[in-house]
Nanobody, 125 residues
Framework: EVQLQASGGGLVQAGGSLRLSCAAS????????IGWFRQAPGKEREGVSC?????????YYADSVKGRFTISRDNAKSTVYLQMNNLKPEDTGVYYC?????????????????WGKGTQVTVSS
């Protein structure tokens, strides 16, 4: 059974930091790109960051988070992390991690095969 478990969300003041984790199981983790998406109330889901499969390891970021967020993967633990610094109220939302076997998934933030349940991030002003 494929599982993607996101954790690490919470309530933080603007300027603070959080680290999200996405623990994966049930598929060949190294072969998959892992992306983070978020959805704010009343808004569409958007891609935040993505890291390619282990053979590539390229990272991608939405313009709104460049320079503040860092994505990384630990293949030994089948886990992807999203370090979020200098958080802003507009970063508030439910954050989801997702996995894709497609080569274009990270470039387009599209074509994810598996999704996990989200974790809530709330940034107060």
């Amino acid at each position: 059974e494929v599982q993607l478990q996101a954790s690490g969300g919470g309530l933080v003041q603007a300027g603070g930091s959080l680290r999200l984790s996405c623990a994966a199981s049930g598929f060949t983790f190294d072969d998959y790109a892992i992306g983070w998406f978020r959805q704010a109330p009343g808004k569409e889901r958007e891609g935040v960051s993505c890291i390619s499969s282990s053979s590539d390891g390229s990272t991608y970021y939405a313009d709104s988070v460049k320079g503040r967020f860092t994505i990384s993967r630990d293949n030994a633990k089948s886990t992807v992390y999203l370090q979020m610094n200098n958080l802003k109220p507009e970063d508030t939302g439910v954050y989801y991690c997702a996995a894709s076997f497609a080569l274009y998934a990270c470039e387009l933030f599209y074509g994810m095969d598996y999704w996990g349940k989200g974790t809530q991030v709330t940034v107060s002003s």
